[in-house]
């Protein structure tokens, strides 16, 4: 069953905050390769005038991916998740992530299109500071395919 256009633009109710941590920044680093040391050492990243360690850029897809959850599971939606491949990913950033932050995840609906018998769904998370302090916006498609036959 094809998504529903009419949830285009529908928002969803912020997540809990999420503190990101030193450790988790530097996992998140060292799983992806990311070997600046302002991922890894507070004093070198408080040399570039960091509070403390920073994240690597794509690093919010670990608190965007959880918050997609909202719309995903949404049954008036009806994504069926099985046939979900990601399609896309893109940040514009306000400021660095560091350890320390406080964020909270506010997911809309941005788009939906079909093609070729596949659905995409285009969502936008605004991660901000529980304090309101915008960081990062998150665009994320999501191709659900169509089925077989």
């Known amino acids: 069953m094809p998504l529903d ?12 905050p999420y503190l990101v941590g030193r450790e988790k920044i530097r996992e998140f680093a060292t799983a992806i390769g990311a070997t600046d040391p302002a ?3 507070p004093a ?11 994240a690597p850029p794509t690093f919010p897809f670990v608190m965007t991916m959880a918050a997609t959850a ?5 049954p008036a939606l009806g994504v069926d998740y099985s046939r979900v ?3 896309d990913q893109r940040f514009a950033y306000t400021r660095p992530v560091a ?4 964020l909270v995840c506010v997911n809309t ?11 995409f769904l285009t969502t936008r998370t605004e991660v901000a500071t529980v304090a ?3 960081v990062v916006t998150v665009w994320s498609k999501l191709v659900v395919r169509g089925e077989e036959g």
């Open 39 to 41: 991922y890894h050492d």
């Open 44 to 54: 070198a990243a408080r040399e570039l005038g960091h509070p403390d360690v920073v």
């Open 109 to 119: 609906i941005e788009e939906i299109t079909s093609r070729a018998g596949h659905d």
């Open 132 to 134: 309101g302090e915008p």
């Open 99 to 102: 350890a320390g932050d406080e």
């Open 5 to 16: 256009p009419s949830f285009v633009g529908r928002s969803y109710p912020p997540t809990a």
């Open 70 to 74: 909202q719309i995903v599971e949404d």
């Open 85 to 87: 491949v990601h399609g």
